[in-house]
């Protein structure tokens, strides 16, 4: 079983700043890419920030700037530091990891984290 679990969402003023944290738990060989989602009510999921194992980084560009991306390999952990924070970042934020189960299967698996809200006050 592979778990992705989310910390750090917050309610916070506009202008202010949060670093969410997401670690992986489970059995797996190894995780590709890892990072952020965001959705709002009623609205497609969409990409915020990610991650590959080499460090190489992707940014929507609403979060350009602002957002920055980080991953500490040896925790399974990714990290998002989100400043100059807009109520338009209000969104649940999700965590995500494409991963290789095991060492003998290069398939790769899409999970999920249970999400956790950021609320931005005008």
């Known amino acids: 079983q592979v778990q992705l679990v989310e910390s750090g969402g917050d309610s916070v003023q506009a202008g202010g700043s949060l670093r969410l944290s997401c670690a992986a738990s489970?059995?797996?060989?190894?995780?590709?890419?890892m990072g952020w989602y965001r959705q709002a009510p009623g609205k497609q999921r969409e990409l915020v920030a990610t991650?590959?194992?080499?460090?190489?980084?992707n940014y929507a560009d609403s979060v350009k700037g602002r957002f920055t991306v980080s991953r500490d390999n040896a925790k399974n952990t990714v990290y998002l530091q989100m400043n100059s924070l807009k109520p338009e970042d209000t969104p649940v934020y999700y965590c995500?990891?494409?991963?290789?189960?095991?060492?003998?299967?290069?398939?790769?698996?899409?999970?999920w984290g249970q999400g956790t809200q950021v609320t931005i006050s005008s």
């Open positions: 991650m590959a194992s080499d460090g190489s980084t």
């Open positions: 995500n990891a494409d991963l290789r189960l095991t060492d003998r299967n290069e398939v790769q698996f899409r999970y």
């Open positions: 489970g059995t797996f060989f190894s995780i590709n890419v």
